[in-house]
């Protein structure tokens, strides 16, 4: 497994397609965070991040499948996968090798952003008068979050041997489970239920989580859907 997690790291750096994504990530939460008119915290007044935690998911469900697309999609189109899985790894190392792999991405560019947050520590009225625990609470919400997205991006790159149909079938089923279920309560035919629709949804743990108290339930959520992706993963490539 950390043979395959140190090939895909390897992979991912040594192409140009890393450099996009990371620079996209950054460039578009840091005009969002700092230059935008109607979002920018300069403006605002108010020393916290919550415009980063709002615009992130959005941004994470485009680049978490464009990260995951090629991992099994490729191998399946180059021909090369009868080979891996013939290996000495077994399939859930494979997966979980790939997984890790992309997962360690996602943090080290989650990382990045943490120099928002020292600027926002220093730029407070007395300095540190911040939200430490939310802060925290959100960005383990993100990074949570995030692996939802990549376990759901890995398990549609095993399905098809198109990147462009694991990228737009991952993107969907993304924005599905983290805003479907928040725009299902609007109906008012299941507003007797909106509570419960709500809790199916990935945006309501996400939010409890911004909060700053870490919830074991909401952690549970989380893991459990990446667990179901991951094993969906598993069942394609058996399939194969």
Same mark, same amino acid.
């Given at each position: 497994?950390?043979?395959?997690?140190?090939?895909?790291?390897?992979?991912?750096?040594?192409?140009?397609?890393?450099?996009?994504?990371?620079?996209?990530?950054?460039?578009?939460?840091?005009?969002?965070?700092?230059?935008?008119?109607?979002?920018?915290?300069?403006?605002?007044?108010?020393?916290?991040?919550?415009?980063?935690?709002?615009?992130?998911?959005?941004?994470?469900?485009?680049?978490?499948?464009? +990260?995951?697309? &090629?991992?099994?999609?490729?191998? !399946?189109?180059?021909?090369?996968?009868? /080979? #891996? @899985? %013939? =290996?000495?790894?077994?399939?859930?190392? +494979?997966?979980? &090798?790939?997984?890790?792999?992309? !997962?360690?991405?996602?943090?080290?560019? /989650? #990382? @990045? %952003? =943490?120099?928002?947050?020292?600027?926002?520590?220093?730029?407070?009225?007395?300095?540190?008068?911040?939200?430490?625990?939310?802060?925290?609470?959100?960005?383990?919400?993100?990074?949570?979050?995030?692996?939802?997205?990549?376990?759901?991006?890995?398990?549609?790159?095993?399905?098809?041997?198109?990147?462009?149909?694991?990228?737009?079938?991952?993107?969907?089923?993304?924005?599905?489970?983290?805003?479907?279920?928040?725009?299902?309560?609007?109906?008012?035919?299941?507003?007797?239920?909106?509570?419960?629709?709500?809790?199916?949804?990935?945006?309501?743990?996400?939010?409890?989580?911004?909060?700053?108290?870490?919830?074991?339930?909401?952690?549970?959520?989380?893991?459990?859907?990446?667990?179901?992706?991951?094993?969906?993963?598993?069942?394609?490539?058996?399939?194969?």
């Amino acid at each position: 497994m950390i043979a395959m997690l140190q090939k895909e790291l390897q992979a991912f750096f040594s192409s140009l397609m890393a450099y996009v994504i990371i620079g996209f990530f950054l460039i578009l939460t840091g005009l969002w965070v700092w230059i935008f008119p109607d979002t920018n915290i300069l403006d605002t007044g108010y020393a916290d991040l919550s415009p980063l935690f709002r615009l992130a998911p959005y941004v994470l469900m485009f680049l978490a499948p464009a +990260i995951t697309m &090629g991992l099994f999609a490729e191998e !399946l189109k180059m021909g090369t996968l009868e /080979l #891996l @899985l %013939t =290996s000495p790894l077994t399939t859930i190392q +494979i997966i979980l &090798g790939k997984y890790l792999a992309s !997962l360690v991405i996602i943090a080290g560019i /989650l #990382l @990045l %952003t =943490s120099i928002y947050g020292v600027s926002i520590y220093y730029l407070a009225s007395p300095i540190g008068n911040i939200d430490i625990a939310a802060l925290i609470g959100s960005y383990i919400g993100l990074l949570l979050l995030a692996s939802v997205f990549l376990a759901i991006g890995l398990s549609t790159s095993a399905c098809t041997q198109s990147q462009v149909v694991a990228f737009l079938i991952g993107t969907f089923v993304c924005f599905l489970l983290y805003q479907g279920f928040d725009a299902w309560t609007t109906l008012k035919t299941w507003e007797k239920y909106s509570l419960f629709i709500a809790q199916l949804g990935m945006l309501y743990h996400y939010e409890a989580l911004s909060r700053g108290v870490i919830d074991l339930r909401d952690v549970l959520y989380f893991c459990s859907l990446s667990f179901l992706s991951l094993l969906v993963t598993n069942l394609a490539l058996r399939k194969r």
